[in-house]
């Protein structure tokens, strides 16, 4: 590796600090990696019509990096961080329910495709329509 003709040398640190230093730039990526999700959210669901599947890849994507920066093995950032904030309202349980969706959109035993609801619409006789 070179820095303006002279050589350069990279090191490798290891130890605590240089650990945590590294959880925090995967969390500040998976941040921006949220955030650029975000971004292309607003504009894909501009009319006249959204792309269905391209929404819900950039929101289960942004689901899934976003509750990864809350990651136990990570420990980077803690719902105490949330509280930290002081943000108005209930930051507490939007986060919860963020978990939730991405439980559901990005679960490996459940597809959320897999239920459905089978009705019949009948007419003032009692007759099937639909």
């Given at each position: 590796?070179?820095?303006?003709?002279?050589?350069?040398?990279?090191?490798?640190?290891?130890?605590?600090?240089?650990?945590e230093l590294a959880a925090q730039a995967a969390g500040f990526e998976d941040l921006q990696y949220v955030l650029r999700c975000?971004?292309?959210?607003?504009?894909?669901l501009a009319p006249p019509q959204p792309d269905t599947a391209f929404v819900e890849a950039l929101w289960t994507g942004a689901l899934v990096g976003y509750?990864?920066?809350?990651?136990?093995?990570q420990a980077v950032l803690t719902e105490a961080d949330l509280k930290e904030l002081q943000l108005d309202g209930d930051v507490t349980e939007f986060h919860e329910m963020i978990k939730k969706l991405?439980?559901?959109?990005a679960s490996r035993h459940l597809n959320p495709r897999e239920s459905f609801t089978i009705g019949v619409a009948q007419s003032n006789e009692g007759k099937p329509t639909g």
């Open positions: 590796m070179t820095n303006g003709g002279a050589p350069s040398t990279v090191r490798r640190f290891e130890g605590a600090e240089a650990g975000c971004e292309h959210l607003v504009t894909a509750v990864r920066c809350f990651s136990g093995r991405r439980d559901h959109y």
